[in-house]
């Protein structure tokens, strides 16, 4: 899609100085812009680089004062930082919405029902008694198993697979090859060693404005529900086991674990690659470190927590400067003892 | 599926008190129940809920003695939790064998040979010369490459990939998106620092019973085989590589990751997120706790160990301990050297 | 497919000793051969098993003197390991240009250009505006997005999600179920404690001779491009976040998580379950231990690093020796504070 620059200052409020009439037709940072390119400058760090950039124009702020040429045309706006988000934003609308319609071959079992406004591409699987809500863009090879319910406006990338009975809310966006669904890890030990499983019939509900990434897998419960709360951000190759909640606006990057039938509070923010173990609650507002392990229940609200088993982040960020020197203070021990040794074999510790 | 209370009662041996024509639907916990759930007591620490809970049946014990009135009806047996997951297995099994037929369009290569009582997910892909056996279901867009072999009664969930030459045995669950076969990691470094690949031609063997997680992935071995012995279950994203054997009924846990040719022994449990290096073995009974590094072999049997690198668990324990309150440590090993300065330089050591 | 022995001898210049009529169709180690197999010989660790092997042919080098009777077939190389290679590599071969063709059904989307020796398997989807190369392999369920450029003889496995404006070179390997071009995890905290998604406009670039393991997930970049150098190799459950570049010849094993924007140089090598924070960079030749997490940019080449947080190889084992036995020390410390309090107490230290 191409722009003029006359065009994207109307959208944006802005004012245009020089050419307005040249064509646009896409985004890129300052240092890497091309012909048709649009940039900004926000961070006047980065000013040098609007002397030099081939982008064909630039959004700066009112406060912008050249020092040089810029060959680039400028729409002049409040704030270029926000001005600039907002393209990105009208120009993410536009990609979501190119897609419509019904490709073909795809299967929809039977009594589900699909909303307006629809994309379904192709080899797209729909089983029986589904529902699936209003401008819903269900990306080629997506499976959706029976009795599934999907609101509107939601995005199901490319390969994601949705389990029987799954509830999924509006503006959620899944990303290619997550599991939402699958049976929980449950097997109970029987006298030879083996296991048997423990069927798991609950299923998962994701409420509105949750994001989870690709390849991520959500267990169902055993009973019940796995509860994503609304507006939770869950990064790719995330772990969520059966019977977990996640409180509402929850942020998990990548790579974490979490173990069956825990509690995560509202607003708490994980590092990549965390593990928490079953059966625990963690408080609201908690923030933990990359690659932790947290064992217990954290019952404080907002405290910043790290480490195998994770505890206080100041304390960990002490103990593992600490570990880093373990070996001198292992000399610093032995030293001490022998040079207490020789004073008393000295006899300088006299007999009184 | 709608069934009264007096059959429930009677498939449990169990006696009804109360009405026993009311029809249930749905299993719950007693304290989340709805009319037409059924739900049990097994644990006096939940007994409180039977007072209150709005499911229209209660499994209890012989020895239960209601304490107040109670809405929903009971159904009195031997033991209600062997019962409950009776129910839940009968209803897992209802499930399961719902699903029947060939849906359209499925693709299936030249020589293979499909059992009966099959299921063939829309968009499941069938190779040549692949095997499958009875009762198999094999759901949407699972791929089954050729010369695959796979036993009687396996579920194959959505979008599994199965690659060539794989052996799979009987009463298996493949979760959806986990990937079987594909090649070991092999890469033979070149003098220009470019890297040659090994093929990777073996195959993975997967004995019966055995659970694989949601988008978990098994590599096939350089030569011969990886193996997965009878009875064993692996959870979610876990990775295991080219030529590593897993003895009967170990349980992995999510995330684990087993590098190349390590051999695990029988009856082990994994916590989340372990990490064990390629080349070692583990031995039978080994218990390893979450996120830990296992660098080399394990040979006692029965251990518990943790930590990275892995040492025994109640050693790990205590250094743990000590890790979370070296800042004192450091502190306490300071005073001493000034204290001992101190002694020193204020001369109370005496010319002897 | 089945070789005599003498075809073989042929194709590695090597000489028969034994029958050469006999046939054989697959390779093995030597303490596994069967008949029909073909193994070798290169470790004389292994020579035991050249007496008792079942295989029908044996590749041995020139200097190999028989201490007993050997039922095999001899083949009489300069190198038997470099020779089995060369086999291993031919078989590799007539495998991979074993799929031809197009198999139904597929779907290729609005002005798409594909070359010559394709392989599309059922079910896989091509977007609009894509251009595949020549000896291209896509397997079945394999989504190709939108202009999406491929070069040629580039493999793509079962599954595979290539999202939209994706760019991949020539002779690389994608596993099955791997996921390229998701969105990049980017939100902005908004007053109310939810967040707001940053739009992810950028791409994926991968270079040629590029191995992708199964189910890894590579995030295209916010602006610009995530960038995968040639000669790349990924292990399966990789996390690739946005706007990281990865510099030529790298190998990363499995489950590693390389958070957005950072750097990584070129030959590094990174054991498994790393974890690199993002806006970091990492110098040429590093190599990094298993389950380990780089905090900060590394600026010295050709370093080993390991541990949480990483720091030099040989530091870090020292510290973990010492970490395993912290009890004692603390109890050496213990001991050192009761002794000096015990001289003190009982006078030793006289009154100058």
């Known amino acids: 899609m191409q722009f003029t620059i006359k065009q994207i200052a109307h959208l944006l409020n802005g004012e245009v100085r020089g050419d307005g009439s040249l064509t646009v037709s896409k985004l890129a940072k300052i240092e890497q812009g091309n012909k048709g390119d649009i940039s900004f400058l926000a961070n006047h760090k980065y000013e040098q680089f609007i002397y030099t950039t081939k982008a064909s124009a630039v959004i700066v702020g009112k406060?912008?004062?050249?020092?040089?040429?810029?060959?680039?045309?400028?729409?002049?706006?409040?704030?270029?930082?926000?001005?600039?988000?907002?393209?990105?934003?009208?120009?993410?609308?536009?990609?979501?919405?190119?897609?419509?319609?019904?490709?073909?071959?795809?299967?929809?079992?039977?009594?589900?029902?699909?909303?307006?406004?629809?994309?379904?591409?192709?080899?797209?699987?729909?089983?029986?008694?589904?529902?699936?809500?209003?401008?819903?863009?269900?990306?080629?090879?997506?499976?959706?198993?029976?009795?599934?319910?999907?609101?509107?406006?939601?995005?199901?990338?490319?390969?994601?697979?949705?389990?029987?009975?799954?509830?999924?809310?509006?503006?959620?966006?899944?990303?290619?090859?997550?599991?939402?669904?699958?049976?929980?890890?449950?097997?109970?030990?029987?006298?030879?060693?083996?296991?048997?499983?423990?069927?798991?019939?609950?299923?998962?509900?994701?409420?509105?404005?949750?994001?989870?990434?690709?390849?991520?897998?959500?267990?169902?419960?055993?009973?019940?529900?796995?509860?994503?709360?609304?507006?939770?951000?869950?990064?790719?190759?995330?772990?969520?086991?059966?019977?977990?909640?996640?409180?509402?606006?929850?942020?998990?990057?990548?790579?974490?674990?979490?173990?069956?039938?825990?509690?995560?509070?509202?607003?708490?923010v994980f590092g990549g690659q965390v593990g928490i173990v079953g059966h625990i609650s963690i408080a609201n507002g908690t923030k933990v470190g990359a690659q932790s392990g947290i064992t217990k229940t954290i019952k404080k609200e907002n405290t910043s927590i790290s480490g195998m088993p994770a505890f206080e982040l100041n304390d960990y960020l002490r103990s593992v400067s600490i570990f880093r020197k373990l070996p001198q203070l292992d000399k610093q021990v032995r030293d001490l003892e022998k040079r207490l040794e020789e004073l008393i074999e000295e006899g300088l510790f006299s007999e009184a």
Chains 1, 2, 3 share one sequence.
């Open 63 to 268: 406060d912008f004062v050249p020092k040089k040429d810029i060959s680039a045309s400028l729409i002049v706006v409040d704030n270029p930082y926000t001005s600039f988000t907002q393209l990105l934003e009208e120009y993410q609308k536009i990609l979501n919405f190119s897609k419509k319609g019904i490709e073909q071959p795809v299967f929809v079992g039977e009594g589900s029902e699909i909303g307006e406004g629809i994309y379904q591409g192709a080899f797209s699987y729909i089983g029986n008694n589904s529902k699936i809500g209003k401008n819903v863009k269900i990306y080629p090879q997506a499976y959706i198993g029976d009795n599934v319910v999907i609101g509107d406006n939601t995005l199901i990338y490319a390969g994601v697979k949705i389990y029987n009975n799954s509830v999924i809310g509006n503006n959620c966006v899944i990303h290619a090859g997550a599991v939402i669904g699958s049976d929980g890890f449950g097997f109970a030990p029987q006298e030879d060693g083996s296991y048997r499983t423990i069927p798991q019939l609950g299923n998962v509900v994701i409420e509105d404005n949750v994001s989870i990434g690709a390849n991520t897998t959500i267990d169902c419960a055993t009973m019940g529900s796995t509860i994503i709360r609304q507006g939770v951000k869950i990064d790719n190759l995330v772990q969520i086991a059966h019977n977990v909640e996640i409180g509402k606006n929850t942020v998990i990057a990548a790579q974490n674990g979490i173990a069956g039938s825990s509690i995560i509070g509202e607003n708490c």
